[in-house]
């Protein structure tokens, strides 16, 4: 059929597999006397900020979305993006020339929510996600984003990346969006007391910190990494009173409201004497096992306007 009309597929896992090997890989053969076409609905490139190279090594054929091998970085490239410029590297550059390659990258491709949706123009060919069964990450149910229970709090909260469109109240969001926001899972055995390398990386004001250079023992730390792990921590959370009298904030806030609100906290071994100076043991393998994305934050946030509330702050 003509290069405008959508494509049919069999099945989705075969249509996520054709737009990250094909989209915009091939010239249109539509003439631009065709006033209607529109370039943003065709599978097709019409110039170069349009064009995408192939982004997969290899043919990539059976390899499922998160299993692929990039032919080049789904970052920027610092001498060509979006610019009418040459590259001096050409097609052999390891980053992206364009939005088209970023977007439609196995990095970036339905890892996060369309924020336009429905009146997305772009249909079945858009990079976003148009609902949470597209989406190519793990992510919790809509019902448990918008009414979280407390058990889920104590044990799930901010344990995914966040896949939601555009600029949001990250504070309030049940997904984490840096790695200052993000908690592992208290079943790897952490306590709730505050690591104090991590305090001190915090009190630095240098955001961009890696992970592991912020505490020697990086994930496998017996103590707790930021507010979010010490105040959601099970051990801790709704245990001890608000001193906000007017606060709103439901079961987001750590603290309780009356005696109603006070969590059972669940029975506990004491642990060793010593053990907390200790690196806690298969730490990698059960976030592997429980939190496979930990080594992946969401890449998104650089190219969109930053979150409302001061969230960003957050430790």
Same mark, same amino acid.
């Given at each position: 059929?003509?290069?405008?009309?959508a494509?049919?597929f069999?099945?989705?896992?075969?249509?996520?597999?054709?737009m990250?090997?094909?989209?915009?890989?091939?010239p249109?053969?539509?003439?631009?006397?065709?006033?209607?076409?529109?370039?943003?609905?065709?599978?097709?490139?019409?110039?170069?900020?349009?064009r995408?190279?192939?982004?997969?090594?290899?043919?990539?054929?059976g390899?499922?979305?998160?299993?692929?091998?990039?032919? +080049?970085?789904?970052?920027?490239c610092?001498?060509?993006?979006?610019?009418?410029?040459?590259?001096?590297l050409?097609?052999?550059?390891?980053?992206?020339?364009?939005?088209?390659?970023l977007?439609?990258?196995p990095?970036?491709?339905?890892k996060?929510l369309?924020?336009?949706?429905?009146?997305?123009?772009r249909?079945n060919?858009?990079?976003?996600?148009?609902?949470?069964?597209e989406?190519l990450v793990?992510?919790?149910g809509?019902?448990?984003?918008?009414?979280?229970?407390?058990?889920?709090?104590?044990?799930q909260?901010?344990?995914?990346?966040?896949?939601?469109?555009g600029?949001?109240?990250?504070?309030n969001?049940? +997904?984490?969006?840096?790695?200052?926001?993000w908690?592992r899972?208290?079943?790897?055995?952490y306590?709730?007391?505050?690591?104090?390398?991590?305090?001190?990386?915090?009190?630095?004001g240098?955001?961009e910190?890696?992970?592991s250079?912020?505490?020697? +023992?990086?994930?496998a730390?017996p103590l707790?990494?930021g507010?979010k792990?010490q105040l959601y921590?099970?051990?801790?959370?709704?245990?001890n009173?608000?001193?906000?009298?007017?606060?709103?904030?439901?079961?987001?806030?750590?603290f309780?409201?009356?005696?109603?609100?006070?969590?059972?906290?669940?029975?506990?071994?004491?642990?060793?004497k010593?053990v907390?100076?200790?690196?806690?043991?298969?730490?990698?393998?059960?976030?592997?096992?429980?939190?496979?994305? +930990?080594?992946?934050p969401p890449?998104?946030h650089?190219?969109?306007d930053g979150?409302?509330?001061?969230?960003a702050?957050?430790?």
């Amino acid at each position: 059929g003509d290069a405008h009309k959508a494509m049919r597929f069999d099945s989705t896992e075969q249509h996520v597999e054709w737009m990250i090997h094909e989209f915009k890989t091939r010239p249109c053969t539509v003439g631009r006397s065709h006033a209607s076409h529109d370039h943003r609905c065709c599978p097709y490139f019409h110039n170069d900020r349009d064009r995408r190279r192939p982004a997969v090594a290899g043919d990539g054929a059976g390899c499922s979305a998160v299993a692929l091998v990039a032919a +080049y970085r789904g970052e920027p490239c610092a001498s060509k993006f979006d610019e009418e410029v040459v590259c001096p590297l050409g097609d052999d550059c390891d980053a992206c020339h364009s939005t088209a390659e970023l977007l439609y990258h196995p990095d970036f491709f339905r890892k996060r929510l369309c924020h336009q949706a429905r009146r997305c123009p772009r249909g079945n060919l858009c990079a976003f996600a148009h609902n949470r069964e597209e989406l190519l990450v793990p992510h919790f149910g809509e019902r448990v984003e918008e009414a979280p229970t407390e058990e889920f709090i104590a044990y799930q909260f901010k344990t995914e990346w966040c896949p939601v469109g555009g600029p949001h109240d990250w504070e309030n969001c049940v +997904y984490a969006h840096t790695y200052r926001d993000w908690r592992r899972i208290p079943g790897i055995g952490y306590s709730s007391h505050p690591c104090p390398h991590w305090s001190s990386s915090v009190a630095s004001g240098m955001p961009e910190l890696a992970y592991s250079s912020r505490c020697p +023992y990086g994930l496998a730390c017996p103590l707790a990494h930021g507010a979010k792990e010490q105040l959601y921590h099970p051990q801790f959370y709704k245990t001890n009173p608000c001193s906000d009298a007017q606060c709103r904030r439901g079961p987001l806030c750590a603290f309780t409201h009356g005696p109603q609100d006070v969590r059972q906290m669940p029975v506990v071994e004491p642990l060793p004497k010593g053990v907390m100076r200790r690196a806690l043991p298969q730490a990698e393998a059960l976030l592997q096992q429980h939190q496979p994305t +930990y080594a992946t934050p969401p890449m998104y946030h650089a190219l969109e306007d930053g979150p409302r509330g001061g969230a960003a702050r957050a430790a």
